[in-house]
Structure formats: C-alpha cells, structure tokens
C-alpha cells in the first residue's frame, strides 16, 4: 500500500486540519531560521555591550581635565594659580584656583567678543543666528565665573600633566602655598579589571562564536547556516491561486488535478495498485503559465507546499548546494503528505557530458547527485511529490528525466485559439469594460501569444482608457494596447523628411498590394507610416480568418514574396533601394532555409533533414546536420528560391503600378489606413464591384464553419491597431509570418 495506516487516517478522517498544527511543532522543535536570528541578535548585543564597556572605561581613565606641558605646569606654580595638586601613578591632576579659574573663563569671554567684533567689521549686517549664538556662549561663560566659589575637595581637576621624577617639585609647591597629595592606588583590582577587559573578555567572545560555529556546521546547516534550504513554504489558501485561476491550458491542469486527487483519495488509487508519480516536469515556453499552474496546485492540494528556484541551491562553495537539498527533502519528509516544487531547474540539472556545457562544475555535479540520490531514495509511502519547471528540458541530465524520479512531462504550450480566449476572460475579470468589447478578435489578432503577454496587453488597455479620462476599456483600447505589445508606441518627435515619408509609403504599399494580389495570403488589416519606438519606420498588419496549424508550401513561398514586396517598390518607383528591407530579407531567409533543410519542399534535396531545432522552447535555433559543401548547395538554393519570388513580386507590382500610386498618395496623407480603406481603393482602380452585404457574409461565414473575425471601424486619422499573425505550428514557421518594417536609421534628417 502507497500509504500507511497513519497517513490514511490523516487524510481520510478529517485530520489534515492538524497538518498546520505538525509544522508549528515541528517549527517549535527545530526552527532553524528562528534560533539562527536568535542566536545572532545575542552575538551581536554581546560585541556591542563589550565596546560601550571598553569604551566608558577609557572615559573613566581620562576624566574632563584637559592635558598640559609639564613647564607649563611649573609656571602656573609659580605664578600663584595652582590650589592643589593630587599625585597618581601615571599623572598629576591639578586645581587652579578661583582667581585663576575666572581668569581663564574671561579669557574665553574676550576671545569671543574679538571674534563678534572682527566679525561685525567684515560685514555690515551680520548674521541673527551667529549673533544669537554668539550671545549664549558669553551667558554661558559668564555663568561659569559667577560660580567660580567651592571647596577644593567638590572641585574637579582642570588640568594633569604628566607624573616627572622632579625632586624640587615639592619645595616649588610649598613655597607656593599649594596643597599637595598622592593618590593610593588600589592595585588589585585596577589590575583585575584592565586584565578583564583588554584579555579575558575578548577571549571568552572569541570561545563563544567559534562553539557556536562548530555546533551550525556539524549539524549539517553549514557555517552561519548557508547550507540551509532556504525554500518558502505555503499551507493552504496561502497561495490565493487555484485551478480556477488557470486558463488555456486543459491538459496540463489535467495533468496536475489528478496527482491533487491523488493526494486527497488514495484510497481509490491504491486499491487497485496504482503509485503516485514522484515528480512531474513542466516544460515549456517563457509566460506559458508553468510557475502559475505549481501556485494552483499549492492552492488546490492543502498540503504543505515548499518553493524555490533552482539558482537558490548555487553558491560558491562546494558542497553547499547538496547540503541545501538534504536539509529541504529532510524537511519535506518531515511534513509529508506535502509537495516540493523546484522552478527553472536547469539551474542545478544540466548534463553532465561536457559537450551539453554541464562537465566540469563541483558543485553543481554534487548538487545534481545529491537531487538524484534524494528523488530515488525517499520513501514513496510518506506522499512526497517533487515539481519541477525549465524551458529548456534539452540540457536536462538524462538520469534525472528517467521513470522513478520524474514520471511525467507536462507540456504547457502557448495556447490556441480557445485557450487565448479563455486567458484573455480571466484577466479581464476584474478590468471594466463596455459593450463593443469582444476577446474573440483580440484572440485572433494575438496567435502565437501566450498567457503573459495576453495579460499585459488587458493591462496596457486599462492604462491607456485611464489615460484617455474614460471609466471602462474600449475594443480600441485593445487593439492599441496589442500595438503596443508588438511595436512599441508612436514617435511622435520623429520627423521625417517628405521624401524619406514617400519611400516608407510606397514600401508599405508594396508589402500590402502583393498581400492582395496573391493567394493564400492573411488580408490586411492596417498600414502605417507612423515611426514606432521598436524601429520601425512603418509596418503593415494582417489578422487571420481563422487560426491555423500548418502552412503549406504555397502560403510559404507567398510569404516570401509579400516579404520582399517593399523592396521591389522601392526599386520599381525610385529605382534604388534603402535599408528598410533588413528585416523583411531576413524573414524571408528564415522561411526559404527552413523549407529547404526541415519541411523538405526543395526538389534538389528532396525529403532529406538538414537542420534540427534545438531549444524549441526559447530561442528555437537549428543547428546545421550537414557537411561543409552540402551547406553551400543549401545557400545556393535559397539564394535562387528568394530570387524568383523577389521577380514575381516586382512583376506584380509592376502590373499594378497605377493601384501602387494611388494608394502610396493615400497613405503619404492620412499617415494610417484600415484594410476597409485599403481595399476599397484597390477595388476602384481594378474595377472590382464591392462585396454584398454584411449580412450575406456572415450567413456564408456560419456556412463554412470557420471563426472568422469581423471587421472593425475606426477613422483614418485615429488607426485600428491588430496584431499580426503568427501560426503556431513550429517557431521557424512562426517566424515566417509579416512582421513590422524595421529600417535602420543612421541619416535621418529632421
């Protein structure tokens, strides 16, 4: 049985209420973080307390009299100004007497008022403050001599020299009539309290703190508790998340309720054999929701839930990383039934082949070890479950993805239509929002998002209507908070010149008129010349009809010629060429190599792989599976292939030349149109009767069973703002779709 008789009566007779109760005890006995804090005030009351104490004792030994020359001294003798003398071991104190004690304060009060004199004559109005200052030190002084009457006995000594072997000393005080004595020391215990201070006290410190280290260290916390697990425990409702909470992605929530279930009904599981998973792997892109779907779980299970990161257990010694996965398994156990969730992994579980970049490092090998003897070792009736997320599970030491230690792989997958639909409604719960709102069309404006960018963009458009003065957020508040998302916002400081506004046009023009003149190509929405803060000069937006999961050869080679469609304007037109095409060329690269070297659409090559994607889930990188003079026939097939579509996109043009310019002149004035507009012009000049109407077309769009989106009306000088569309089949066919006009500008004039 997975469970024993004691674990089952806690999760089955209501007992798990006394769950929170274990921990506290368990903190009670053991509370590491809390006797370390405890431990470390008393350490350092105790230094502080030791130089508060050395230092009175120093003030104590000096006393307030101020030190003078011994000479000096001997001449206030003679003068008649001592009173009396007191001899110590070290030093003669000496008392002056009232004439002289007065003398030396009117010395003082002259002082000042040459200082307020020399100061009045510098400057005609002085200051009030220095002058009142200035008043209260004569006070001040004045009163010192008013009180210059005493005893000698009351009065405290006003100078000390140094103790000098003078044996005509004490003729020079009698003769002056000054009364002398010496000091008895009290030798003994003098001498027992500078021993105690400057020896015995800094040892027993010393003693102190090296025991204390010794005692953290061999308890295996390591020195001042640096090997300690540092991870964050959650009981339940700690969270604030459940799978309520968690949207577009179905599978791997259910992935994750059933080990929830597990935990709360075993019975239902081990009676008929079943085991829970000892961990469970989430793997995926950045923003997909894996850290989101552990707090779910920590929410949901009500079980202790330990979270940390990876990067936690890294530290410059070694052996402090495996010292941090014993004391947090350790702790688990301890609190089990309970869950450990691990983020970004690859942290501690890279490879250990040196060729995968994870050879070499001790610490992070003994770390790594450690991880694996724990996950192997620990006893599966305790209902202990180990989660872990990274995007980047190809690194991953093999002998840590193996059954036994983590079971399943979850894939949290940028989502899908549905899925964005559902994500955009969560994180709309709480924004207000009118009537023209509908998250159907910013789902399909935003393929290829995933859940953290979805929530910006719902974020920005509540900025934007706050910043607009309106209580609720728009459609269009959407729509430009998608822009936003993707380009960045309006230049309005830039300023471009009337010719540079033309060439930018026209390659806009170029990019959206081969859009048009094509099949199998995503219509346009919107066409800009507006400059945007990401760098682009201008851009062309299109939104699919409907999502989409594959591309087929043909919408891949049109891609490529929409792509170097600005470029064939700009020499069709002006019979030049500019650096804004940098990007649309390397696009359309990345979609002529892919074709060639791993969607096998060349005839020379055939169907054979020349290229895999590594790190699918972050950057998507192919890496080259072929010989040096095979990587040459490669380059030489896509220099053909982007040739014939750069020719088929000037012949197009060229065939369109009259639609080009009057679009062009469009576009130069109202600096932003909708593809409404676009289209509307295109069909004038091509002759093109107008669609029916709206209604004939949403009865053929119900007909043929596909979500199309509809269309949207803005104003020309207030621009519609749609995402462009990315499929979601592989990241190199995400990269093929239109993305904005990135031009490079090193000569703007303004």
């Known amino acids: 049985m997975f469970f024993t008789n004691k674990v089952k009566d806690l999760l089955e007779n209501n007992h798990y209420l006394s769950l929170e109760e274990k921990m506290e005890n368990n903190n009670k006995n053991k509370g590491p973080n809390k006797n370390r804090q405890g431990w470390g005030i008393i350490l350092f009351t105790t230094l502080l307390v030791t130089f508060v104490v050395m230092g009175l004792y120093s003030m104590m030994q000096g006393g307030s009299a101020s030190e003078i020359s011994y000479d000096k001294f001997l001449k206030l003798v003679d003068n008649g100004k001592v009173e009396s003398v007191t001899f110590t071991n070290s030093r003669i104190n000496i008392v002056l007497t009232d004439d002289a004690r007065k003398e030396k304060a009117e010395g003082k009060l002259t002082e000042v008022k040459d200082n307020k004199k020399a100061s009045a004559d510098q400057s005609d109005s002085s200051d009030s403050k220095e002058s009142e200052d200035q008043e209260n030190v004569m006070d001040s002084l004045l009163g010192q001599i008013s009180q210059m009457q005493g005893s000698s006995k009351s009065k405290e000594p006003d100078y000390y020299t140094g103790n000098v072997s003078d044996d005509t000393l004490v003729k020079r005080l009698d003769k002056a009539g000054v009364e002398f004595k010496s000091q008895i020391p009290d030798t003994a215990s003098s001498l027992i309290m500078d021993i105690f201070i400057t020896v015995i006290l800094p040892i027993v410190l010393l003693v102190f703190m090296f025991n204390f280290l010794m005692k953290k260290m061999s308890k295996g916390g390591g020195m001042m508790g640096i090997g300690k697990s540092n991870a964050k425990m959650y009981m339940e409702k700690q969270t604030g998340v459940t799978f309520l909470d968690v949207a577009g992605e179905d599978e791997a929530k259910e992935s994750l309720q059933e080990v929830v279930d597990f935990l709360h009904n075993p019975g239902k599981y081990t009676g008929i054999g079943a085991k829970l998973p000892k961990g469970a792997l989430l793997v995926g892109p950045p923003g997909t929701g894996k850290t989101l779907l552990a707090k779910a779980v920590a929410g949901e299970a009500k079980v202790p839930f330990f979270s940390l990161s990876g990067s936690a257990f890294v530290e410059m010694y070694v052996g402090v990383g495996a010292s941090r996965v014993r004391d947090l398994f350790k702790q688990a156990q301890q609190m089990a039934p309970c869950i450990v969730f691990i983020d ?388 190199e066919t995400q990269a093929t779709e239109i993305q904005p006009q990135e031009t490079v500008e090193e000569e703007k004039s303004e």
Not at 613 to 628: F, H, I, P, W
Request: hydrophobic share 40%; with cysteine; net charge negative.
């Open 344 to 731: 970004e992994i690859d942290a501690i579980g890279k490879s250990r082949d040196s060729a995968l970049g994870g050879g070499g490092n001790d610490e992070r090998e003994q770390t790594l070890n450690q991880l694996l003897a724990e996950m192997d070792g620990f006893d599966t009736n305790k209902g202990l479950l180990v989660l872990a997320a990274t995007n980047r599970p190809e690194v991953l030491d093999p002998a840590l993805l193996r059954p036994g230690r983590f079971d399943r792989r979850i894939i949290v997958d940028k989502p899908d239509l549905k899925g964005r639909v559902e994500i955009l409604k969560v994180h709309a719960k709480d924004v207000k929002m009118d009537e023209t709102v509908n998250l159907e069309e910013i789902a399909l404006a935003t393929s290829g998002a995933v859940g953290s960018d979805l929530a910006n963009m719902i974020n920005e458009a509540a900025i934007t209507a706050v910043k607009h003065g309106r209580q609720v957020v728009s459609q269009k508040d959407l729509f430009e908070a998608v822009e936003v998302v993707l380009v960045g916002k309006e230049k309005k400081d830039r300023i471009m010149s009337a010719e540079e506004r033309r060439i930018v046009s026209y390659h806009e023009v170029g990019h959206a008129l081969v859009t048009a003149l094509q099949k199998n190509t995503e219509p346009v929405q919107k066409i800009t010349i507006v400059p945007r803060t990401m760098g682009a000069l201008g851009y062309v937006m299109q939104t699919p009809e409907e999502e989409k999961f594959l591309n087929t050869k043909k919408e891949l080679e049109a891609m490529i010629v929409v792509a170097l469609g600005g470029r064939a304007a700009e020499e069709i037109v002006f019979d030049t060429v500019t650096t804004g095409a940098s990007n649309d060329i390397e696009q359309a690269t990345k979609i002529a190599r892919a074709m060639i070297t791993q969607y096998g659409m060349s005839e020379r090559f055939g169907l054979m792989g020349l290229e895999s994607v590594q790190s699918r889930y972050l950057d998507g990188r192919a890496v080259r599976n072929c010989g040096e003079a095979t990587a040459a026939e490669i380059d030489e097939e896509i220099m053909k292939m982007l040739k014939a579509s750069y020719e088929e996109a000037k012949r197009l043009l060229s065939a369109n030349r009259d639609a080009l310019d009057k679009i062009a002149a469009f576009l130069i004035e109202k600096e932003t149109i909708t593809g409404k507009e676009f289209m509307k012009i295109f069909r004038e000049v091509k002759g093109i009767p107008e669609p029916e109407e709206a209604d004939v077309e949403k009865k053929e769009e119900q007909e043929s069973g596909r979500i199309l989106m509809k269309p949207t009306e803005t104003q020309a000088a207030e621009p519609e703002t749609v995402k462009e569309p990315e499929t979601e089949k592989e990241t």
